[in-house]
């Protein structure tokens, strides 16, 4: 079949690999002309793995372009993918759908044939209307089905997640466009993946309570770390504990710094908008966002306490900088809230990240990046592990104790034993895991 992808950001670049991969041919188109220029030399904007092997091995096959002329992609595509970014509107928090009805106007002056437009960026209850709206008005002679399917991959394990999902969600009531969608899908609805079918507006609503729910469960075992700490349990055993029953689950219950990423936090923001103005206000999530708010600053009270009260003049060693590993994005990362947090208490920050430094550098001033964990906590008054990338997990922690100025360790991951880490000497403190009460 013939794709076009409209956004060769995470979503549209993730997407349209795997659709290659699967022997659709796909091209992606980008206003951003340097985007497409550095795409066509081989060069992947973004980290994430197995994207760039994926993408090179599509493109010499011929079943991947890249491109800035949509009228070009369009002309012989059976479906268009509208896969642009729904960035927080400055001010209200509203999802800002200014690209996503300029990609409309352009796939309405570009239409030729049947088209099914798919809108993959997450986009509030009604977009979809509106989108079939502008096509429509702008070419009330052209024939098309404007159809809604969320994206639900990961960073970090984005090309397993979107080649191994849990579900397609598809909302259309177009007969049609259900066909061209199922043999879209076919090689992974082949792989047993389930394809539901629902309203338009019912698909774009469950994007949002997906990501919402996840906040939620996340949000919900941290504050029961919050609990352990005070009463002497350990979050991990409650959430072994709680995750065993069927309906609960065991995903998405580690407790740490508080949720960060360009989805949750934006998408939260965003339901909460959607259901004020209709009437219906999301307490839970108003309730989750103002609480994952405050947790990234009572991280550094954390790390703060750890050092006896005051990090005035102190140096701080901090592993990990991105908001999970095996990414280099730094969007709403909840290091930034804690080192500002730190610096604003009089500390001076030396950080390591195998990845995202380069992000870092625009979000965060003053601090010292470092090549390595050693390089991190050398001479430090404390480290603090913000995000678990699995190259910290097995460190020399022999060495990290010899090169420290003071062995504390605040471990926002939960990524070391306490018996191992007070054996070895360390004054060391986690996330829901003290073992007396305080
Ligand atoms: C999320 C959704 O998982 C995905 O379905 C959607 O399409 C986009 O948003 P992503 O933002 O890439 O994906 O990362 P995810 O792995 O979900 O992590 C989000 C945040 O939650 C990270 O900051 C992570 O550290 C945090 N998290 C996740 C926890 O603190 N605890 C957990 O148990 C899981």
């Given at each position: 079949?013939?794709?076009?992808?409209?956004?060769?950001?995470?979503?549209?670049?993730?997407?349209?690999?795997?659709?290659?991969?699967?022997?659709?041919?796909?091209?992606?188109?980008?206003?951003?002309?340097a985007?497409?220029?550095?795409?066509?030399?081989?060069?992947?904007?973004?980290?994430?793995?197995?994207?760039?092997?994926?993408?090179?091995?599509?493109?010499?096959?011929?079943?991947?372009?890249?491109?800035?002329?949509?009228?070009?992609?369009?002309?012989?595509?059976?479906?268009?993918?509208?896969?642009?970014?729904?960035?927080?509107?400055?001010?209200?928090?509203?999802?800002?759908?200014s690209?996503?009805?300029?990609?409309?106007?352009?796939?309405?002056?570009?239409?030729?044939?049947?088209?099914?437009?798919?809108?993959?960026?997450?986009?509030?209850?009604?977009?979809?209307?509106?989108?079939?709206?502008?096509?429509?008005?702008?070419?009330?002679d052209?024939?098309?089905?404007?159809?809604?399917n969320?994206?639900?991959?990961r960073?970090?394990?984005?090309?397993?997640?979107?080649?191994?999902?849990?579900?397609?969600?598809?909302?259309?009531?177009?007969?049609?466009?259900?066909?061209v969608?199922?043999?879209?899908?076919?090689?992974?609805?082949?792989?047993?993946?389930?394809?539901?079918?629902?309203?338009?507006?019912?698909?774009?609503l469950?994007?949002?309570?997906?990501?919402?729910?996840?906040?939620?469960?996340?949000?919900?075992?941290?504050?029961?770390?919050d609990?352990?700490?005070?009463?002497?349990?350990?979050?991990?055993?409650?959430?072994?504990?709680?995750?065993?029953?069927?309906?609960?689950?065991?995903?998405?219950?580690?407790?740490?710094?508080?949720?960060?990423?360009?989805?949750?936090?934006?998408?939260?923001?965003?339901?909460?908008?959607?259901?004020?103005?209709?009437?219906?206000?999301?307490?839970?999530?108003?309730?989750?966002?103002?609480?994952?708010?405050?947790?990234?600053?009572?991280?550094?009270?954390?790390?703060?306490?750890?050092?006896?009260?005051s990090?005035?003049?102190?140096?701080?060693?901090?592993?990990?900088?991105?908001?999970?590993?095996?990414?280099d994005?730094?969007?709403?990362?909840?290091?930034?809230?804690?080192?500002?947090?730190?610096?604003?208490?009089?500390?001076?920050?030396?950080?390591?990240?195998?990845?995202?430094?380069?992000?870092?550098?625009?979000?965060?001033?003053?601090?010292?990046y470092?090549?390595?964990?050693?390089?991190?906590?050398?001479?430090?008054?404390?480290?603090?592990?913000?995000?678990e990338?699995?190259?910290?997990?097995?460190?020399?922690?022999?060495?990290?104790?010899?090169?420290?100025?003071?062995?504390?360790?605040?471990?926002?991951?939960?990524?070391?034993?306490?018996?191992?880490?007070?054996?070895?000497?360390?004054?060391?403190?986690?996330?829901?895991?003290e073992?007396?009460?305080?």
């Open positions: 079949m013939q794709v076009a992808m409209i956004g060769a950001g995470y979503v549209g670049l993730v997407s349209g690999a795997c659709f290659s991969d699967f022997g659709h041919r796909v091209t992606c188109v980008d206003t951003d002309t985007k497409i220029a550095a795409l066509k030399a081989g060069d992947i904007p973004i980290f994430e793995p197995g994207l760039s092997e994926l993408v090179a091995t599509n493109v010499a096959a011929e079943r991947l372009f890249f491109t800035t002329d949509l009228a070009g992609a369009l002309e012989e595509a059976e479906a268009v993918f509208i896969a642009v970014g729904t960035p927080s509107r400055r001010g209200d928090g509203h999802a800002d759908l690209y996503v009805y300029q990609a409309a106007r352009d796939i309405a002056r570009a239409i030729r044939r049947y088209t099914v437009v798919v809108t993959k960026s997450t986009v509030p209850v009604g977009t979809g209307d509106e989108v079939e709206r502008i096509i429509r008005e702008l070419r009330p052209a024939e098309f089905a404007v159809v809604s969320p994206e639900f991959l960073e970090g394990a984005a090309i397993t997640d979107f080649k191994r999902p849990d579900r397609i969600v598809v909302g259309t009531e177009d007969e049609r466009a259900k066909q969608m199922t043999d879209l899908y076919r090689p992974l609805y082949l792989n047993q993946a389930p394809l539901l079918f629902t309203s338009r507006r019912t698909a774009e469950t994007k949002y309570a997906a990501n919402a729910f996840l906040a939620t469960k996340i949000t919900f075992i941290n504050e029961i770390a609990l352990c700490e005070k009463v002497g349990g350990n979050v991990q055993d409650v959430a072994r504990g709680i995750g065993l029953d069927n309906r609960i689950g065991s995903k998405f219950l580690h407790a740490g710094p508080g949720y960060g990423g360009s989805c949750f936090p934006k998408d939260t923001l965003a339901l909460i908008k959607t259901a004020q103005d209709h009437g219906a206000p999301t307490r839970i999530v108003e309730t989750v966002v103002a609480v994952n708010d405050q947790r990234k600053r009572a991280m550094a009270r954390k790390v703060i306490q750890a050092l006896g009260g990090v005035r003049g102190r140096t701080v060693g901090i592993l990990g900088l991105t908001f999970k590993p095996n990414t994005d730094m969007r709403d990362a909840p290091s930034i809230a804690i080192i500002t947090a730190l610096q604003d208490a009089g500390a001076i920050v030396r950080a390591h990240d195998p990845e995202g430094v380069e992000q870092a550098r625009l979000v965060l001033s003053d601090v010292t470092v090549d390595s964990p050693y390089e991190a906590a050398t001479g430090a008054d404390a480290l603090v592990i913000v995000t990338w699995d190259a910290f997990r097995a460190l020399d922690l022999k060495r990290i104790r010899a090169l420290m100025g003071q062995p504390v360790v605040v471990d926002l991951r939960n990524i070391y034993r306490s018996d191992e880490m007070a054996a070895l000497g360390f004054d060391y403190s986690s996330v829901g895991r073992l007396s009460p305080g």
